[in-house]
């Protein structure tokens, strides 16, 4: 038997599996039934005796963010500035779970903004990706900030991830990076430590980076015997 499917215009689009998807997404082995040695060949698109069929949604979803800095004070000193981005998701009917970084092959989806200026302390990025899981849960998703660098001095995203991967986190190094830890970072300009925070807004489309406007102060009492 083979399965056959036609679509109207807006129509949900389906994949065709075959074998049974499980909650990893991945077929379970052992699901696809063929009448020879070996895993599926490719090509047969045939259904055998016993086997089963997984028709799973395949529409992709766009997923926006704008980065921007909130610094007039220091406008001047982000050229050398990059931005690391970490994409996450969740299925959308279920928000009281937690968002979990979006994989491939093994390794968690970043990507690099690095084009600020003194003129443009904004920048935009779009990706595509899997509007449903390997269940058909409709995901949802949104871009966290996980690191800042400093001492980037590359043009082209290569050079720019070429440098990025020779950072150091010991302060002092000529190409710098510095975690994102509680939404807070630091950064050093015009010879100051200068402490930002990064809030994602509701939609999880901008990311703004202020400069902090709290101060934390140490205090310690001591009491003189008389």
Known sequence: VREHMEYGNGDNRYETVYGVVGKDDQVVEG?????????????????????????????????????????????????DVAVELTLQSRVKAEPENEWENVTEDGADVTHYLHRFSEVSLSESYTANWPQYDGQGRELEYRWVETAVYQGIDGTTDEEVKEQIA????????????IPVTNNSFTLTQDGTSVAYVSEVSDDGKTITNRIQDTITYDVEKEWEKG
């Open 166 to 177: 020779r950072a150091s986190t010991e302060e002092g190094d000529e190409i710098r990076k």
């Open 31 to 79: 699901s696809d039934q063929v009448p020879y040695e070996g895993a599926r060949a490719s090509g047969d698109e045939l259904i055998y005796n016993g086997g089963v069929v997984t028709n799973r949604l395949t529409d992709s979803v766009s997923v926006p963010v704008t980065k921007t800095w909130e610094a007039a004070a220091y406008q001047s000193e982000f050229t």
